[in-house]
């Protein structure tokens, strides 16, 4: 993989200048505090020092910046004669051609290290990201699988179950349907089924134990075969034996209701001749429900 940037490891600014001339002051001021000692040994061995963090810290630019202010300056403090710049001998050679032959190289292989450094984790960010691109677009080819499953799914189940449906919800997704006719056929006034939806249809004891139909995190009962007291016109109640379907999909679990015996749902008509439900609470249009509305 090709990273052009790589070169750019440091920060950039005038910062690290000042940074760097900070340091090699540092640097002199250490040496002055161990001339005593030291009195004409190791005069460049602090600034080499000086050189290596500033190179490390701050990159090429300041390190090469650091390492030639620091050659006049050990040169004449700390090189016998001291603060002397008439005479310029051999010694003064010798320690200036070392400490140009060590420092440089240092210099070299720690940029070429933080390069590889900086490098290195440019390519594991790249990585990082096109992983999770893929993580994205496998959870989004894995929803639309999903999606596309539960549509084929819930088109099976409506067209064969069309005439006898008369509840289909979706608590995560906000979205409840009642058929109307088998609202009129309870005798439950529109305004009532908007505000309480199907517990307005049902004996109270059976809205108690179909509770957790009605909430996303609710209990929900057993799918398949119940049997449950419905509301009549003259206001009393008629056993109905009804079937309870699921349907869990991403955006939740739709849930579906079905007659096997009790009021019509639907009259004998023709599909385009049924009108949708007027009490549906924040109803989601989708292909399936309002062609079977």
Not at 104 to 122: D, F, K
Not at 224 to 243: K, V
């Amino acid at each position: 993989m090709d990273i052009r940037n790589a070169r750019r490891w440091a920060e950039p600014g005038a910062r690290r200048y000042v940074g760097a001339l900070l340091v090699v002051f540092a640097a002199f001021l250490v040496r002055s505090l161990l001339h005593p000692v030291l009195d004409h040994s190791m005069p460049g061995i602090f600034f080499t020092c000086a050189v290596i963090i500033v190179e490390f810290t701050w990159g090429l630019g300041p390190a090469i910046m650091a390492m030639i202010i620091s050659i006049p300056i050990f040169d004449f403090f700390f090189v016998p004669p001291f603060r002397d710049i008439a005479q310029f001998d051999r010694r003064d050679v010798l320690i200036v051609s070392g400490f140009l032959l060590i420092t440089p190289l240092a210099v070299v292989l720690i940029e070429r290290l933080r390069r590889a450094q900086y490098r290195a984790e440019l390519i594991a960010e790249v990585a990082q990201t096109r992983y999770e691109m893929l993580l994205r677009a496998e959870n989004e080819r894995m929803l639309l699988s999903d999606s596309v499953q539960l549509g084929n799914a819930l088109m099976t189940y409506l067209t064969k179950h069309l005439d006898t449906i008369f509840y289909l919800s979706n608590p995560a997704a906000h979205y409840e349907y009642i058929d109307e006719h088998f609202r009129r056929a309870t005798g439950v006034a529109p305004e009532v089924v908007k505000r309480e939806g199907l517990r307005a249809l049902l004996h109270p004891e059976e809205a108690q134990r179909l509770a957790g139909l009605f909430a996303a995190d609710g209990e929900r009962p057993q799918h398949g075969a119940h049997n449950l007291r419905i509301r009549t016109r003259d206001g009393g109640y008629e056993m109905c034996h009804c079937e309870l379907q699921y349907f869990r999909a991403h955006v939740g679990t739709y849930v579906i209701l079905r007659l096997h015996a009790g009021p019509a749902v639907r009259p004998v008509a023709p599909l385009h001749t049924l009108t949708p439900a007027a009490n549906a609470r924040d109803v989601t249009e989708t292909p399936v429900v309002s062609g079977g509305a």
